[in-house]
């Protein structure tokens, strides 16, 4: 059963004389092709031309860890760019190598296997440093794997596991209609039925900047709550439509944002 968001569809602004503190952004991108305006899009958030970018590629196992990976990022001239890549966990859990995050204004993750990037950061200084950089007010975007592992609850081929925590109550899908992964992600709704659920398709991105959540790209982003009775609650955003994740988590599950 569909439902109606029409209230939802918001542009959010701030009370006069209120003085909020840095939102950080997240951007989710559903796999396939990384358009060039997510990425300029992903530039703009982390500061133009005064950017300073860092690429996690550990996901990707079938690519060599090189600065080939960051070409595609320095035609855009930003600051700085960098890749940030460990090989085990206990290369990751040494301070010296989360330092570059402390002056990173924008991470990208790179797509692959979500599960090799929570085995290598999950519990390290890499994961505090990415949250540090969200509190400030930076980015953090990736592809695939590297949109998957945003969510606390991550899904992986078959299971459920521990990514990180950049989309509060909140469970992240990718590929979600060219893989059929519907199914998938009402599993584990019925399962965590505090949370929204966010599949994402291919060739299109879910920005988020507080509550705020806005589609680019070609296909759709489905925002979905575990089935209540039977009911499955689904609703497909297109390119430039908006909604207000803590409102709707309210309307849908009847909790806030961090409930569980």
């Known amino acids: 059963m569909r439902f109606g968001f029409s209230t939802l569809f918001v542009l959010m602004v701030a009370s006069p004389g209120f003085a909020a503190e840095p939102q950080g952004t997240v951007v989710l991108h559903g796999g396939g092709s990384v358009d060039s305006a997510v990425r300029d899009k992903f530039l703009e958030l982390a500061g133009g031309k005064n ?44 301070e010296a190598f989360a330092e570059p995050l402390k002056t990173a204004t924008g991470v ?16 390290t200084p890499v994961e505090r440093e990415l949250a540090a ?7 953090i975007g990736g592809t695939s794997a590297g949109a998957a592992i945003q969510s606390r609850v991550m899904l992986t081929r078959g299971d459920m596991l521990e990514g990180f925590d950049h989309v509060p109550a909140t469970i992240v899908d990718q590929h979600f209609l060219a893989r059929n992964r ?28 507080g509550n705020r959540l806005t ?41 806030e944002a961090n409930a569980e």
Do not use: F
């Not at 196992?61 to 930003?78: A, F, M």
């Not at 990208?108 to 519990?123: E, H, N, P, T």
């Not at 759709?220 to 009775?229: E, G, L």
């Not at 497909?236 to 988590?249: I, N």
């Open 51 to 94: 950017a300073r970018l860092l690429v996690i590629p550990t996901a990707d196992t079938d690519t060599p860890y090189d600065d080939g990976r960051l070409e595609i990022w320095r035609r855009r001239s930003p600051a700085s760019v960098a890749l940030l890549h460990a090989s085990t966990h206990t290369e990751a859990e040494r």
């Open 215 to 255: 589609v680019m790209g070609e296909s759709t982003v489905s925002i979905c709550s575990a089935p209540r009775q039977g009911d499955r609650k689904l609703r497909q955003l297109k390119d430039g439509e908006q909604l207000d994740l803590s409102t709707l988590r309210m309307e849908l599950t009847g909790n």
């Open 182 to 209: 519907q199914e998938r992600l009402w599993h584990a709704l019925a399962r965590h039925p505090k949370y929204i659920g966010i599949g994402i398709d291919e060739d299109t991105t879910a920005i988020i900047t």
């Open 108 to 123: 990208w993750i790179s797509g692959g296997y979500q599960s090799k990037l929570a085995s290598v950061y999950l519990r």
């Open 133 to 139: 950089l969200l509190k400030r007010g930076g980015v």
